[in-house]
Nanobody
Framework: QVQLVESGGGLVQAGGSLRLSCTAS????????MGWYRQAPGKQRELVAA?????????DYADSVKGRFTISRDNAKNIVYLQMDSLKPEDTAVYYC????????????WGQGTQVTVSS
């Protein structure tokens, strides 16, 4: 199986930047996609950005973060990053790292979550 450890959340003023990191361990060779989701109070968890582990690293972003957030990965270190620039108060949420893959069956693993708070 795969385990995830997240870091990098915190409090920032609107217009500022933060970088989230998620380190995977375990059967990391089996990971197909790595991504970030977020959940604000009273709202459903939503996809923020995702990246495949294949060569080229196809990415996908929520419309609300396009042009402001950048997802990247270091396959050698099994780390996925989310660079968040031009942050807005509406970006405030708990951010969760997520990976999916196949190892004796399809799996989907979540990190513990990290709080991001953007003040106006």
């Amino acid at each position: 199986q795969v385990q995830l450890v997240e870091s990098g959340g915190g409090l920032v003023q609107a217009g500022g930047s933060l970088r989230l990191s998620c380190t995977a361990s375990g059967s990391t060779f089996s990971i197909h996609h790595m991504g970030w989701y977020r959940q604000a109070p009273g709202k459903q968890r939503e996809l923020v950005a995702a990246i495949s582990t294949s060569t080229g690293g196809t990415t996908d972003y929520a419309d609300s973060v396009k042009g402001r957030f950048t997802i990247s990965r270091d396959n050698a270190k099994n780390i996925v990053y989310l660079q968040m620039d031009s942050l807005k108060p509406e970006d405030t949420a708990v951010y969760y790292c997520n990976v999916d893959g196949y190892w004796y069956g399809v799996y989907n693993v979540w990190g513990q979550g990290t709080q991001v708070t953007v003040s106006s």
